[in-house]
């Protein structure tokens, strides 16, 4: 306990130095056992136990009774870390295990997501962050109940916040089963429970100071699980040691290559798995440019409302410390995203390019089967390779992959030990497990401090509070988990869905919150329900087969949802009288860097 | 805040709000306008990348990451200046 007390604070960057130097350890040891003969299966469950083992560790030592620690971590998070927890919160499953594949399968459209899931900081270092740091909240409708006054307009903010966070909850632990599942060797319904304990051991006792620092130590094992095969695999293919600025080539051979084997649809669909037929770099203009465009709109507005990152900035100790640490959020976040790319095309080119030992389009079919990792995945069904027009060759359209397996399986496809594979499982495990820990602790407080505290029981008491806050948190997580053992969608799908309920929602109430001194309570409960019910009425319409309305299909509803939401709070505030002057006081305090916060401490 | 102070509070605003402007729209360029003529771009050469695909997936983020810094350097001098510095707490 003396560890993670005010000493901790002081010696935070040694005790990370040494947690890294002693991951790194921890990897060379597993390469060692691996040249003894220790087999791969073992190497790849001591790696997921041995780090999950670290967080649960890191998880009790920050238990907590206190109200200011729970929901903020006392307020005492320096920038650089908050960054590193915010960059683990915010790159989430879908990030590290589904982005490089989506860039593989999808090329220029699915880009959005990177220059969307980057560029939405700085919407929340300009519009958002310091503002409600300001404001001094512990949670998004606490600022909505407050700014906008009345326990209506916080409900529906909690609402929303509920069914964005949820949805996205749903497909971060979605993504800890299926990593648990192919790392540990059990069922998959199995591994969803497995992942649900351990966010659960990260996050119940200690709540927001808990999942800060396992969330640093969850940024710095996916940072390395994501760069190291990168890194290798270019060295050994000759791209230059850091390859981010070197691969250019390898993005002009792609192409070359793609005309010499054209992109045709399979002849018989398999299903479940995908051939290419999107070329990697080739924007038509046009729809595509506006399809990528709504894309990134929606990504990075719903970057700005998703409260799970926004609750992060409230943690620092002041108001230039919030913006401090959105700029190194958004650095480390960058690390990872501008190496997706790099992951996708080189791991293209690997499978594509005859003159590369990696190779399989163009091989016999006979060698390609017997690749070891091309039957490890095509046993769970997640690859196929099948000769549908008899040649005795791979055809480009005869190799059939699920894009959510392109960065879990680049390290054997690239030939590297083993150890490199396991090392991608921990990351994958890290970066689910430290966004379903930020969701699921947003959507507990949402409703242990806003809708029962704040609304039902005003009088109730510290430890009351934190009980209930923590029974919420066990409720909500296994409700989680039992939807995402059914598999209803995809990870990238749910994920894009998540932000774009965010962002119809909650983008405009909260930004015009700030920047609108007149925008009053009327309006802003407008703009949250309008928004909602267009956006999500419209993805009802377009996901049950309707037709995209100027090319805006179920990834996109946000552009709709944020419309209305936008036309909405603007018309009825103007019909309803301005704010009293109290609140426009209040907007003047936000706008202020000092003097006290307009919330009190344990409010 | 106290009313004798809020003509400051007004000047204060209308620096950040114009910051705040100057930022959205070097934003807008490099996330919306830039990656919608990426094909255009492509026929431009960067470091032997297409320059449309650099820009997408290195270019625009690199900016995003010193725009932030930018801002905030610039807000940090905003603040010095009408004297609005907190004290840190932690």
């Given at each position: 306990m003396a560890l993670i007390q005010g000493r901790f604070i002081d010696n935070i960057g040694r005790v990370y130095g040494l947690y890294t130097g002693g991951f790194i350890v921890f990897i060379i040891l597993m390469a060692i056992l691996e040249q003894m003969g220790v087999s791969a299966n073992t190497i790849g469950i001591l790696f997921v136990a041995f780090t999950i083992a670290i967080y649960a560790l890191i998880g009790w030592l920050s238990r907590t009774m206190e109200v200011d620690a729970y929901y903020v971590a006392g307020r005492q998070v320096p920038a650089v870390y908050n960054g590193m927890a915010t960059a683990a919160d915010w790159m989430s499953g879908a990030s590290f295990v589904a982005l490089a594949g989506g860039v593989y399968f999808g090329g220029y459209g699915y880009m959005a997501f990177i220059v969307g899931w980057t560029g939405g900081y700085v919407l929340v270092n300009s519009l958002m962050a310091p503002y409600l740091r300001k404001f001094g909240c512990y949670t998004v409708p606490d600022f909505i109940g407050t700014r906008y006054g009345g326990n209506f307009a916080r409900f529906c903010a909690v609402v929303v916040l509920v069914v964005a966070s949820f949805t996205y909850v749903t497909a971060q632990i979605n993504a800890t089963g299926t990593i648990a599942a192919r790392a540990l060797h059990i069922p998959f319904s199995v591994g969803v429970w497995f992942g649900l304990l351990g966010i659960l051991l990260c996050s119940m006792l200690g709540g927001m100071r808990a999942v800060t620092w396992t969330q640093v130590a969850q940024y710095i094992v996916l940072i390395i699980a994501y760069l190291v095969p990168v890194i290798w695999m270019s060295n050994v293919q000759g791209f230059g040691i850091i390859p981010h600025f070197s691969y250019g080539g390898a993005v002009e051979r792609i192409a070359e290559l793609e005309a010499e084997y054209g992109l045709a649809k399979a002849l018989e669909p398999v299903a479940g798995v995908a051939v290419l037929t999107t070329p990697h770099n080739a924007p038509m203009g046009g729809m595509d440019s506006w399809k990528f465009v709504t894309l990134a709109i929606c990504m990075m507005a719903g970057t700005a409302s998703l409260p799970h990152i926004l609750m992060r900035y409230f943690t620092t100790p002041s108001v230039r410390s919030a913006r401090k640490s959105v700029a190194w959020s958004l650095f480390f976040i960058f690390l990872l995203y501008f190496t997706a790319p790099a992951l996708a095309t080189l791991t293209k080119l690997q499978l594509l390019d005859p003159t590369l030992p990696t190779a399989v389009i163009g091989k016999a079919f006979e060698e390609v089967q017997a690749l070891t990792w091309v039957q490890n995945w095509q046993s769970v069904g997640m690859l196929a390779v099948v000769d549908q027009n008899g040649d005795g060759f791979v055809q480009l359209n005869e190799f059939f992959m699920r894009p959510d397996i392109v960065v879990l399986a680049t390290p054997e496809i690239a030939g590297l030990p083993y150890v490199i594979s396991g090392l991608v499982a921990a990351g994958g495990m890290a970066a689910a497990m430290s966004t379903a820990d930020g969701l699921l602790l947003a959507i507990a407080n949402a409703l242990s401090?806003?809708?029962?505290?704040?609304?039902?029981?005003?009088?109730?008491?510290t430890a009351v509070r934190l009980i209930v806050a923590r029974v919420l948190l066990v409720v909500i997580g296994a409700a989680a988990a039992l939807i995402a053992s059914l598999?209803?969608?995809g990870i990238l799908g749910a994920v894009a869905w998540a932000f774009c309920f965010a962002c119809s929602g909650l983008f405009f109430p909260l930004v015009l919150g700030v920047w609108w001194k007149r925008a009053n309570t009327q309006g802003a409960i407008a703009g949250m329900i309008v928004g909602f019910v267009t956006g999500s009425a419209y993805l009802y319409y377009v996901y049950n087969g309707g037709a995209p309305w100027i090319g805006l299909d179920h990834l996109r509803f946000g552009i709709v949802g944020m419309a209305c939401s936008l036309v909405a709070q603007i018309v009825v505030t103007l019909a309803t009288p301005a704010p009293d002057e109290e609140t426009q006081k209040m907007v003047d305090a936000t706008r202020v860097?000092?003097?006290?916060?307009v919330l009190a401490a344990g409010h | 805040m106290s009313v004798e102070n809020s003509e400051v509070v007004d000047r204060y605003w209308a620096k950040t709000r114009s910051l705040t402007i100057l930022v959205l729209v070097l934003w807008a360029i490099f996330s919306l306008i830039i990656p919608w003529f990426a094909g255009a771009l492509n026929s431009m050469s960067f470091l032997g990348f297409p320059l449309g695909f650099y820009m997408i997936a290195q270019g625009s983020l690199i900016v995003f990451v010193l725009l932030i810094f930018f801002q905030n350097w610039r807000q940090d001098q905003i603040d010095d200046e009408f004297g609005f510095v907190e004290e840190e707490e932690g």
């Amino acid at each position: 306990m003396a560890l993670i007390q005010g000493r901790f604070i002081d010696n935070i960057g040694r005790v990370y130095g040494l947690y890294t130097g002693g991951f790194i350890v921890f990897i060379i040891l597993m390469a060692i056992l691996e040249q003894m003969g220790v087999s791969a299966n073992t190497i790849g469950i001591l790696f997921v136990a041995f780090t999950i083992a670290i967080y649960a560790l890191i998880g009790w030592l920050s238990r907590t009774m206190e109200v200011d620690a729970y929901y903020v971590a006392g307020r005492q998070v320096p920038a650089v870390y908050n960054g590193m927890a915010t960059a683990a919160d915010w790159m989430s499953g879908a990030s590290f295990v589904a982005l490089a594949g989506g860039v593989y399968f999808g090329g220029y459209g699915y880009m959005a997501f990177i220059v969307g899931w980057t560029g939405g900081y700085v919407l929340v270092n300009s519009l958002m962050a310091p503002y409600l740091r300001k404001f001094g909240c512990y949670t998004v409708p606490d600022f909505i109940g407050t700014r906008y006054g009345g326990n209506f307009a916080r409900f529906c903010a909690v609402v929303v916040l509920v069914v964005a966070s949820f949805t996205y909850v749903t497909a971060q632990i979605n993504a800890t089963g299926t990593i648990a599942a192919r790392a540990l060797h059990i069922p998959f319904s199995v591994g969803v429970w497995f992942g649900l304990l351990g966010i659960l051991l990260c996050s119940m006792l200690g709540g927001m100071r808990a999942v800060t620092w396992t969330q640093v130590a969850q940024y710095i094992v996916l940072i390395i699980a994501y760069l190291v095969p990168v890194i290798w695999m270019s060295n050994v293919q000759g791209f230059g040691i850091i390859p981010h600025f070197s691969y250019g080539g390898a993005v002009e051979r792609i192409a070359e290559l793609e005309a010499e084997y054209g992109l045709a649809k399979a002849l018989e669909p398999v299903a479940g798995v995908a051939v290419l037929t999107t070329p990697h770099n080739a924007p038509m203009g046009g729809m595509d440019s506006w399809k990528f465009v709504t894309l990134a709109i929606c990504m990075m507005a719903g970057t700005a409302s998703l409260p799970h990152i926004l609750m992060r900035y409230f943690t620092t100790p002041s108001v230039r410390s919030a913006r401090k640490s959105v700029a190194w959020s958004l650095f480390f976040i960058f690390l990872l995203y501008f190496t997706a790319p790099a992951l996708a095309t080189l791991t293209k080119l690997q499978l594509l390019d005859p003159t590369l030992p990696t190779a399989v389009i163009g091989k016999a079919f006979e060698e390609v089967q017997a690749l070891t990792w091309v039957q490890n995945w095509q046993s769970v069904g997640m690859l196929a390779v099948v000769d549908q027009n008899g040649d005795g060759f791979v055809q480009l359209n005869e190799f059939f992959m699920r894009p959510d397996i392109v960065v879990l399986a680049t390290p054997e496809i690239a030939g590297l030990p083993y150890v490199i594979s396991g090392l991608v499982a921990a990351g994958g495990m890290a970066a689910a497990m430290s966004t379903a820990d930020g969701l699921l602790l947003a959507i507990a407080n949402a409703l242990s401090h806003d809708l029962y505290y704040k609304i039902i029981d005003p009088k109730a008491d510290t430890a009351v509070r934190l009980i209930v806050a923590r029974v919420l948190l066990v409720v909500i997580g296994a409700a989680a988990a039992l939807i995402a053992s059914l598999q209803l969608t995809g990870i990238l799908g749910a994920v894009a869905w998540a932000f774009c309920f965010a962002c119809s929602g909650l983008f405009f109430p909260l930004v015009l919150g700030v920047w609108w001194k007149r925008a009053n309570t009327q309006g802003a409960i407008a703009g949250m329900i309008v928004g909602f019910v267009t956006g999500s009425a419209y993805l009802y319409y377009v996901y049950n087969g309707g037709a995209p309305w100027i090319g805006l299909d179920h990834l996109r509803f946000g552009i709709v949802g944020m419309a209305c939401s936008l036309v909405a709070q603007i018309v009825v505030t103007l019909a309803t009288p301005a704010p009293d002057e109290e609140t426009q006081k209040m907007v003047d305090a936000t706008r202020v860097p000092t003097g006290p916060s307009v919330l009190a401490a344990g409010h | 805040m106290s009313v004798e102070n809020s003509e400051v509070v007004d000047r204060y605003w209308a620096k950040t709000r114009s910051l705040t402007i100057l930022v959205l729209v070097l934003w807008a360029i490099f996330s919306l306008i830039i990656p919608w003529f990426a094909g255009a771009l492509n026929s431009m050469s960067f470091l032997g990348f297409p320059l449309g695909f650099y820009m997408i997936a290195q270019g625009s983020l690199i900016v995003f990451v010193l725009l932030i810094f930018f801002q905030n350097w610039r807000q940090d001098q905003i603040d010095d200046e009408f004297g609005f510095v907190e004290e840190e707490e932690g």
